[in-house]
């Protein structure tokens, strides 16, 4: 079963905006990732925030976590079409082995 | 460095005929291994994961099966395959031991059972 949900499911932008992806989960987790998988191809890791972190960057990539509300956002600045991809949250089970579970996807189309 | 092999990149099956889809990863010891799968257009649904060789966890009730024959291979299998079990099947890995390790994907097989 899923255990993240993302939204938007399709998201299609201007290039040089900035992208915003939701993603909400169900149960405790240890860890959260996000992942971006270009068409027909596997998926990617972007970056992953631990459960005691709240925020966290990576070069125009920007997540945020809250665990009382059992939700993230990854927030992509300055969008390139090149970002044209699907990207997928996925949380670390609490339980203390690597059973990694991934959410539905948002589908970001960058237009140039 | 590390790498994950994943074959055949597509395959085309008739309906119950029998699966047998490997991957292997190399520059590691003794990784987590997962099999995902994907349907068109939608999120990927864990399979089976295995933290050690003869150790496999399986998520879904379904017709097939997972193997772990040797510390970094990997194998998917099936006896008769149905219509459903066309999609994208990733195979994935990650390093023991380490809670938070980010997983590797393989480039996918992408099944189309007839």
């Known amino acids: 079963s899923q255990q993240g949900e993302e939204d938007p499911q399709a998201l299609s932008i201007q290039e040089g905006e900035n992208a915003t992806m939701n993603c909400s989960y169900k149960?405790?987790?240890?860890?959260l990732q996000w992942y971006r998988q270009n068409s027909g191809r596997g998926l990617v890791h972007l970056i992953l925030?631990?459960?005691?972190?709240r925020e966290k960057h990576s070069g125009r990539l920007r997540v945020t976590l809250d665990t009382s509300k059992k939700s993230s956002s990854l927030l992509i600045t300055a969008s390139r079409a090149a970002d044209t991809a699907s990207y997928f949250c996925?949380?670390?089970?609490?339980?203390?082995?690597?059973?990694?579970?991934f959410g539905t996807g948002t589908k970001l189309q960058v237009i140039p | 460095s590390q790498t994950i092999h994943q074959w055949p990149a597509t395959l085309v099956q008739p309906v119950g005929s029998p699966l047998s889809l490997e991957c292997t990863v190399e520059?590691?010891?003794?990784?987590?291994l997962y099999w995902y799968r994907q349907a068109a257009g939608r999120g990927l649904q864990l399979l089976f994961y295995?933290?050690?060789?003869?150790?496999i966890s399986s998520e879904v009730p379904q017709n097939l099966s997972a193997s772990r024959p040797q510390d970094r291979q990997f194998i998917l299998s099936s006896k008769k395959l149905l219509l459903s079990d066309s999609g994208f099947y990733l195979c994935?890995?990650?390093?023991?031991?380490?809670?938070?390790?980010?997983?590797?994907f393989g480039n996918g097989t992408r099944l189309t059972v007839t």
């Open positions: 295995s933290v050690g060789i003869g150790q």
């Open positions: 996925a949380t670390g089970d609490s339980g203390g082995y690597q059973k990694v579970t």
């Open positions: 520059g590691t010891s003794n990784p987590n």
């Open positions: 925030i631990r459960s005691n972190e």
């Open positions: 149960t405790s987790i240890n860890n």
């Open positions: 994935a890995w990650s390093v023991d031991r380490v809670v938070r390790a980010p997983l590797h």
